[in-house]
């Protein structure tokens, strides 16, 4: 379906208020679940629609269409169910003379291949065990094609592919009942799945799981902690990172601290979409700004928050490009893409010989956050003791309890090991695709272990 950009200038021009916009998404999706063994039908999903937008600063006026065809009556539907017929400044968009939203083809792999490595290391790995009581292994693929016209002059188009390879287990003893989980992702999944990085990841999650089994009491109190760099990703994401989205900062610890020291000057902490073939990757935000990298602290003063078109009129500022949504139900919200803290220069094993007493994170579990004031408390789900330099028992059971703007300002060690690990979804308010990253780092944290 071809869409001109002169017909669009009509269309944006035909109705009232400062920020128009219409987003037009073609989706298909794919699903393949296995249950303790035993696979699912598969289900598919297509999806076709149109959203309308006008607001100012105060007000918004927002409608969604079944269909894509005929755009000019959905426009006079909209402007008479919501009274919008004042003409406001004209825009003049950007962009080629018209787009194409290309009819997406049908998700064509095979899958027997990835069905047949799955049961075969289900039976190895998961069914061999005693203490792994059900299991969950999913395949999920998702393809999404959208076009945006907006009164900012943008006139562009993106496809965003949102594919996940999932495995969840849940074991019992000594009624205890814990649960892991474990993933691959990425736009480039068909490279990354084969039979070996599936057998990797099972065998992965089940050596964790023994550990698991095997723990001992896990000191209290506040010490120092070092947080493995393939764990620390989700507790800065929440308990920091969601603070730096400007569409929170009516209520965020970090507003109006542009310029102001907040963290140690070791830390330096980026947003950059651009990262190919990540979960948080894409070119183009769901407003038309083109994805950049954005630095938000940098040797420890705030430079900037994130940005949509929204919270950049407010700010006075441009777009930071990372207005996204999970899809045409909804209106754009500040997302976060790929974020990450930059590397330092410490080594993990010289951080550890610096510790007399403390706690190696090596995964975390479940958290919740106060994201107001970025106090959280996240699990321990597999870490071991330090002590007098060395690493010695395994523990497990044992919380972290802080505060994240706080953490960063006691962060002594960044090590040299960023790696970009698989990302997952951040659920504020929409689910969208994230990749959260940060190299192994030295803090002090309260410890709450069992007794």
């Not at 760099?229 to 109006?256: F, M, P, R």
């Not at 080594?347 to 956050?369: A, D, F, H, P, T």
């Amino acid at each position: 379906m071809y869409i001109k950009k002169h017909d669009l200038q009509n269309y944006l021009n035909a109705f009232s208020w400062e920020y128009r916009e219409i987003f037009f998404e073609k989706s298909k999706s794919f699903r393949i679940l296995c249950l303790n063994g035993q696979y699912k039908t598969p289900a598919y999903s297509t999806l076709e629609w149109v959203s309308i937008l006008s607001r100012t600063q105060d007000q918004e006026y927002f409608k969604v269409f079944s269909d894509t065809e005929n755009i000019s009556p959905k426009i006079q539907i909209f402007l008479q169910e919501f009274s919008l017929w004042e003409k406001s400044q004209k825009v003049e968009l950007l962009g080629e003379e018209e787009l194409f939203l290309e009819s997406l083809e049908d998700l064509q792999f095979d899958v027997e291949d990835i069905i047949s490595a799955t049961q075969e290391v289900f039976n190895t790995y998961i069914k061999a065990s005693p203490y792994i009581v059900s299991s969950e292994i999913s395949l999920n693929i998702s393809k999404k094609s959208f076009i945006v016209w907006n009164t900012s002059g943008k006139f562009w188009k993106d496809i965003n592919f949102y594919h996940t390879f999932f495995v969840k287990l849940v074991w019992e003893k000594w009624e205890n009942r814990e649960e892991i989980y474990e993933k691959i992702t990425g736009t480039d999944i068909w490279e990354k799945i084969n039979k070996e990085s599936i057998e990797k990841l099972i065998k992965n999650a089940c050596e964790v799981l023994e550990k698991q089994l095997n723990w001992r009491p896990s000191p209290s109190g506040k010490m120092d902690v070092i947080i493995w760099n393939e764990s620390g990703g989700t507790i800065i994401h929440e308990a920091v990172w969601h603070g730096l989205e400007a569409d929170l900062q009516s209520s965020s610890v970090y507003k109006g601290k542009i310029g102001q020291k907040v963290a140690s000057e070791k830390v330096t902490i980026v947003d950059n979409p651009t990262h190919l073939y990540e979960r948080g990757f894409y070119r183009v935000d769901h407003e038309g700004h083109t994805a950049q990298n954005t630095v938000l602290i940098e040797n420890w003063v705030l430079k900037s928050y994130l940005h949509n078109s929204k919270t950049a009129s407010k700010f006075q500022v441009s777009s930071t490009g990372h207005g996204r949504r999970e899809n045409y139900k909804y209106k754009t919200l500040v997302r976060m893409g790929n974020t990450y803290m930059l590397p330092g220069d410490d080594k993990k094993e010289e951080l550890i010989k610096n510790i007399s007493y403390g706690l190696y994170v090596s995964r975390m579990g479940w958290g919740q956050v106060n994201t107001i004031t970025g106090d959280f408390v996240f699990k321990v789900q597999n870490g071991f003791l330090i002590e007098n330099g060395v690493m010695t028992h395994n523990v497990t059971g044992a919380t972290l309890s802080g505060n994240g703007p706080e953490m960063l300002q006691e962060i002594y060690g960044i090590c040299d090991d960023l790696e970009f690990f698989d990302g997952g979804t951040c659920g504020k308010w929409q689910s969208m695709p994230v990749s959260d990253w940060v190299p192994t780092f030295w803090t002090k944290l309260k410890v709450s272990g069992l007794h």
